[in-house]
């Protein structure tokens, strides 16, 4: 039986367990944190709980080879009840307020109550969107081993996001928020994702709320990457908490296994690196290992930006349906890494009654951040003291301004937590604190680099960094991947 060692137990590393271990191999996880998951995680805080990650999963509408994919390791499954989100989010500005709803009609229709004059657009929009739900992330095998028929099916199964690509791919979001007239259509548009990114990932988004293939999986992140550990022990794999990894251990152009920071070492047949690659190839690999499609990527800082967030919970004493969903809204100055923001967002978890005590909710707040704001919270964190100073006076800020909007919250809303892009760095070891891979912009070449290393044939890569923009199907998929390459390699299959 082959020995499969994979470092890192995010979801990249535990799909690539789950469906290795089911196909017969021998697999052990190495993971430096105390749990599981990666950034698909939660925390408790004085009896509420934190959800970190889903806000909504690509792929909960069966009929696809990803949703099939998420019940084989258990992300989702039967007896996985799932969150239908009502609203993709709302978007306030002058008091006028537009929300994003599931039911596209009822967006239509309060977009042209707001804005007759925008009808031309707002119906050509809607109408693509309903074209965008057609969209689904190819999780059959890497694109490197699909042959001509492969590529005729996806093509076929993607035939309508071809249409939508063709309207809107040259376009960024500021772009298409420009297209509009009403100024609450264009600062909608603009809200919801860090500027830069192309049009189309837009529409693609909502598109997964409102054909129903993008809810919540209830329990949220943590629960899903319990359940997906579960799996993979219940095949019998292994994984090792609490344990970081120093390097891959390399000799001769092979991998003889890894080296782990206590100093022990661990013999493999294969080594999976399903960690972030800039971390992989700076520490865990020499870089001159890095594939040259990633290098270009890291090399292009403006074409292919990352972003991550500043993020705030708080616990509020009471239930107030009027706050459900995503809300964005006009604020006061506040100065967030290196940007001054005039508008902040709250998002309810409402749906998860048991994030809360009874008779009380948690709200969060998520200001984007850019690789300029990484490298002002890099340099404060030196200092622990001053970083932290930074972080409570800007919730402190932030309450003031959620107060101000909501004013029935005066004396019911307090802060719980405050996290930085440093979180993330200090956490699972991300480039610049990203949370999501580069940021699609409409100069770049679609992402997607293949997890082999030239030169070490028994190493390969598993992380959502090999496929623009990212995200949790994008870390499965690249996990399968990784998987399919080593059954192909000893003449098996892992499905
Ligand atoms: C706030 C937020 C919101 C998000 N919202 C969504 C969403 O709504 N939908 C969506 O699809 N995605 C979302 N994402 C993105 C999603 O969480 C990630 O794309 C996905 O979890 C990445 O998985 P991964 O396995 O590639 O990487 P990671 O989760 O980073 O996993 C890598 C693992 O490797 C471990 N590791 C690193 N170095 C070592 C070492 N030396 N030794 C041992 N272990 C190591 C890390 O601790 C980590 O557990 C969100 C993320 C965040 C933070």
């Known amino acids: 039986m082959k020995k499969v060692v ?17 196909a017969g191999f021998a697999t052990e996880i190495y ?30 509408r069966p009929g696809s080879a990803l949703y099939d994919l998420w019940k084989e390791i258990h992300a989702l499954g039967d007896d996985v009840e799932l969150y239908e989100k009502e609203m993709f989010f709302s978007s306030k500005l002058n008091g006028q307020t537009l929300t994003f709803w599931r039911d596209k009609e009822r967006t239509r229709q309060e977009m042209l109550a707001l804005s007759p004059e925008d009808e031309k657009e707002i119906n050509k929009l809607m109408d693509y969107v309903t ?9 059959e095998k890497p694109f490197d081993a699909m042959n001509l028929i492969d590529f005729l099916k ?36 603009v809200d919801y994702m860090p500027s830069g990114y192309q049009a189309y990932a837009f529409l693609v988004s909502y598109a997964t709320v409102t054909g129903g293939n993008g809810d919540i999986p209830k329990g949220g992140s943590l629960a899903m990457s319990l359940r997906i550990w579960e799996k993979y022990k219940e095949y019998g794999g292994i994984i090792h908490t609490n344990t970081n990894v120093e390097k891959v251990v390399v000799n001769q152009k092979r991998a003889e296994g ?43 800082r403006e074409k292919y930006p990352v972003s991550s967030g500043f993020q705030i919970a708080y616990a ?17 100055e506040i100065k967030v890494g290196n940007q001054s923001v005039r508008c902040m967002s709250i998002q309810s978890y409402d ?35 001053a970083y932290s100073a930074v972080k409570n006076e800007i919730a402190k800020q932030a309450v003031e301004r959620v107060t101000f909007e909501y004013p029935f919250l005066e004396g019911k809303i307090r802060v719980i937590d405050v996290w930085s892009p440093m979180t993330y760095t200090s956490y699972c070891n991300s480039y610049k604190g990203a949370y999501m891979s ?34 949790l199907p994008t870390a499965a998929a690249m996990g399968k991947f990784a998987a399919w390459r080593i059954a192909k390699k000893e003449k098996c299959s892992i499905n």
């Open 258 to 300: 890894i080296l782990l920071d206590n100093g022990q070492t661990v013999a493999a047949d294969y080594v999976i690196c399903a960690c972030d690659t800039d971390y992989t190839f700076r520490k865990l690999l020499p870089e001159i290992y890095m594939p040259k499609g990633l290098k270009e990527l890291y090399a292009n």
């Open 351 to 385: 749906y998860e009654p048991d994030f809360a005590p009874e008779g009380k909710m948690i709200l969060q707040t998520n200001f984007s951040q850019t690789e300029e704001d990484y490298k002002y919270w890099e340099a404060l964190y030196k200092d622990k003291e």
């Open 154 to 189: 996806m093509g076929m199964s993607m035939k309508e996001m071809g249409k939508v690509m063709k309207e809107y791919g040259k376009l960024d979001i500021r772009e298409l928020a420009m297209r509009f007239k009403h100024p609450l259509i264009q600062r909608a548009i």
């Open 316 to 332: 509020v004493d009471g239930v107030f349906p009027l706050l459900t969903g995503t809300r964005v809204f006009s604020c006061n």
């Open 131 to 139: 074209l965008a739900e057609t969209m689904t992330v190819p999780v």
């Open 438 to 471: 580069f940021v699609t912009t409409k100069q770049a070449k679609s992402i997607t680099v293949p997890g082999v290393v030239k030169g070490i044939d028994n190493v390969l890569l598993a992380s959502q960094w090999l496929m623009g923009p990212g995200g």
């Open 6 to 22: 994979i470092i890192g137990g995010g979801i990249a590393g535990m799909t690539a367990g789950v469906l290795l271990q089911k």
């Open 31 to 60: 993971e430096k944190n105390a749990l599981p998951g990666g950034q698909c995680t939660g925390w408790k805080r004085e009896g509420y709980f934190i959800d970190n990650c889903i806000h909504w999963l690509t792929g909960t």
